[in-house]
């Protein structure tokens, strides 16, 4: 088996793990790891299926933020690629949450290739949600707001891949129109 099949299957495993008592917070309340596998799947057909470290790192994105999993867990179990990359896509939680996401729009432009990517991907996976499983007591501009400030993330890392950017833009497209 190859090292990256290794490097996704053990990933997969691991975050559907250290995932496994949470769900979207969608009406449905879909599992978590629906949400992971969808941005590792974007990933994937976004770039042919050429850099596990990235789609690990797409399975692996919400395990700093939300879980117990620190830097050193991920470093150890996936290398230290895979560690940084999910580092760069986590929010500092000791902030307000409208600081951090004013600093997704500020600093997003500024990170690495991957980490946009994988920006662009989560941001995709959300807009979907918030259209086929909209979080439960959300009011419209609540979710107008959720809407607009992805596209303005997502605008400060366009021009990396026109494939994703278009999955983005039909999620984009579609939520706004959901949304009136
Ligand atoms: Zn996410």
Redesign the pocket.
Known sequence: MSADVLLLARAADYAARQHIAQRRKGERAEPYIN?LTE?AALLAEATGGTDATLLAGGLL??TLEDTDSTYEDLAERFGPEVAALVAEVTDDKSLPKDERKRLQIEKTAGKSRRAKLLKIA?KT??LRSMVNSPPAGWTEARLRDYVVWAEQVVRSCRGLNAALESAFDAAYADAKRHLG
């Open positions: 949400h941005v994105h919400d989560d996976s959300n």
